[in-house]
């Protein structure tokens, strides 16, 4: 009877070491991914930043409207679009 609760004891201590162990697996990789994910998002910040920067000083030197900027980008995407069918558009 004693062998018995010995052996049980021996089986919870190992999947006690497993959980431990699983468990040190799991925070060492989030730990990674959440730092890699940080970095990405720094980087991501500091474009975004730069380029609502450029946009700004863009759109302030040479006077263009919201309306202007909109319909430049339809433009553009229809120029895409023209070239992605096979149509040559020369872009400006």
């Not at 799991?26 to 970095?39: F, G, H, K, T």
């Amino acid at each position: 009877m004693a062998s018995d609760f010995n052996s049980i004891a021996k089986a919870i201590r190992y999947l006690g070491d497993c959980v431990r162990y699983l468990a040190d697996k799991y925070v060492a990789v989030n730990d990674r991914v959440y730092s890699d994910w940080n970095e990405a998002s720094k980087v991501v910040g500091d474009v975004g930043r730069d380029h609502v920067a450029d946009y700004a000083e863009a759109s302030h030197k040479q006077g263009k409207s919201r309306t202007w900027r909109h319909s430049h980008l339809m433009e553009r995407e229809e120029q895409l679009s023209m070239q992605s069918r096979g149509s040559h558009v020369d872009p400006e």
